[in-house]
């Protein structure tokens, strides 16, 4: 189990400027939808900007904090 806002801590580590928005989508906080927006998705295609948020996710992830993620990103203008 993890909290929304250690999610968006692990994100804004690697993109300071980032908006995050989190839902946990079973009530089991280990399942949620992941929205991002960051400049830092400039010039990079989708799966790559889903690629470094996955990176900003990975040892949540791999402990078994983090199960599923729906993710969207959005370039921040």
Not at 32 to 59: D, E, P
């Amino acid at each position: 189990m993890i909290a929304n806002d250690a999610i968006v801590a692990l994100i804004r580590e690697t993109m300071p400027d980032a908006e995050v928005t989190v839902f946990d989508r079973t009530g089991t906080m280990d399942h949620f939808n992941i929205g991002v927006t960051s400049t830092a998705f400039a010039g990079k295609t989708l799966i790559q900007q889903h690629q470094m948020v996955y990176r900003a996710l990975k040892a949540a992830h791999s402990d078994g904090r983090i199960h599923a993620i729906e993710l969207t990103t959005t370039v921040a203008e």
